[in-house]
Antibody, heavy 120, light 107 residues
């Protein structure tokens, strides 16, 4: 069965960096585009970034552009989000999610999320 | 960016009630509209994609409709397990955008 497991969250000071990982299993990871979506405490969902299945294209929300980098290692079936220059407003649960382009189902599977808290 | 305006932000309903949630897009989004259900402390779960197609395993009391810029999620007969927050998502153009969410509470 499809599984997505995020890790790497934690408490970090403003201006510092953090790298999130999302380990995928149960499907052919290299065939799917992958996304990061976040949710601030008590707030709604915010799309963060996408990477194409072949890594050829990466797109970001304006709120993270220039600070966050999405990447993937298909040999490890793992998605990453490198977060630099973190701000208090980046405090959120970060979810990775699969994009089922073939069936036109956006974000069909989600991980359980990892919490990032940016505080001094 | 395409804005998704979801209403209401919350509602109180009883088991057995018919519930309707609306999402309005700031421009046409073809059929690139999905609905998600999120329960406290859990990841969102896909309910409906392509406006009206039920994801596998989703009960038939859920339905989606609409076109162009106006879309609706309907729960025909609310069940205890349906009390949750619901989000619409447009994926016709990046950045993808979600509605603000509708919290369905027990009356």
């Amino acid at each position: 069965q499809v599984q997505l497991v995020e890790s790497g969250g934690g408490v970090v000071q403003p201006g510092r960096s953090l790298r999130l990982s999302c380990a995928a299993s149960g499907f052919i990871f290299s065939s799917y585009s992958m996304h990061w979506v976040r949710q601030a405490p008590g707030k709604g969902l915010e799309w963060v970034a996408v990477i194409w299945n072949d890594g050829s294209n990466k797109l970001y929300a304006d709120s993270v552009k220039g600070r966050f980098t999405i990447s993937r290692d298909d040999s490890k079936n793992t998605l990453y989000l490198q977060m630099n220059s973190l701000r208090a407003e980046d405090t959120s649960i970060y979810y990775c999610a699969r994009d089922n382009v073939v069936r036109a189902i956006p974000l069909d599977y989600w991980g359980q999320g990892t919490l990032v808290t940016v505080t001094s | 960016d395409i804005q998704m305006t979801q209403s209401p932000s919350s509602l109180s309903a009883s088991v057995g009630d018919r519930v309707t949630i609306t999402c309005r897009a700031s421009q046409g989004i073809r059929n690139d509209l999905a609905w998600y259900q999120q329960k406290p402390g859990k990841a969102p779960k896909t309910l409906i994609y392509a406006i009206s197609t039920l994801q596998s395993g989703v009960p038939s009391r859920f339905s989606g409709s609409g076109s162009g810029t106006e879309f609706t999620l309907t729960i025909s007969s609310l069940q205890p397990e349906d009390f949750a927050t619901y989000y619409c998502l447009q994926h016709t153009a990046y950045p993808w955008t979600f509605g603000q969410g509708t919290k369905v509470e027990i009356k």
